[in-house]
């Protein structure tokens, strides 16, 4: 079979190339102590669909740097039990979503809720406020910021957060059983359901499909910096040609990088990964799979990319139905 990455028994031993930025840990509890102290601010807005079973809502809430963050929201109709509860990522640049998508899990007796990520293709705010190219995309966004002395500013920090805020807003309300609550997405999705995973150690089910935002420097080194990673190859072009701060680039972008969250998941994971992928390779998916301490599985599709992976869909849905 060919391959575009490491052989298989190989990737089951990659640890990543992206370094870890030393004080990596007091980052993220200093983010997430500046999440916590947040006025949410909820607001759930009815939302008219023709399905008997379910009632729909766009959430709003406060989120970090005072941006209004949206998601869709779907529950079971006229219940007064506790449900289980999904929290569903999408992929880079895209949005939540349709509404009827989701429909499944309600028809299951879950609730939903489906991100959209600031900045991005639905109707969360992103208030900005970082130096540097902003052309395109988001991995880039904050990094000059982060290389002066403020990673506080990277772009992904501020998502991270609003999927970990998501999922305890999600768990705080009255119909939803704090105990049972998945995460999923794929692709930027796929991340996002890592890094919710573990920055809200409560999920109990996470199924990221093909994570992004993972070992950046891996990316860079196989020349795959194209496509979803592109901003890497066009930060170097214009703001270091002679890579002169390499290494302190990908250290600063080592605090979005979800191999050195992995070790803090404590959910069951369920991943899968296509051998042929080359928008994030394998070897940078394995990064974060290995650091995984928790019950984990994978699904290896040998002969698929980055594309749908057939039953993928089903084997999440039987998955998320153990909850």
Known sequence: MP????????????????????????????????????NANVELVPHQLHAPFAECFHLYFTGVGGARVHAKYLRPKNSNQKHPAVVMFHGYSGNSGDWNDKLNYVGQGFCVAALDCRGQGGLSEDVGGVTGNTLRGHIIRGLDNALNGEPEKLYYRQVFLDCAQLANIVMNLPEVDAERVGATGGSQGGGLTLACAALEPRIKK????????CDYQRVWEMDLDVAAYEELRSYFRSFDPLHQREQEVFTQLGYIDNQHLASCIQAEVLMPVGLMDTVCPPSTQFAAYNKIQAKKDLLIYPDFGHEGLPSSGDKIFDFMAGL
């Open 206 to 213: 996470a199924a990221p499909v093909f994570p992004f935002l």
């Open 3 to 38: 391959i575009v990455d490491m052989p298989l028994p190989e990737l089951h031993k990659y640890e990543g190339r992206n370094p870890r930025p030393a004080d990596f840990d007091a980052y993220w509890d200093k983010a997430l102590s500046e999440m916590r102290s947040l």
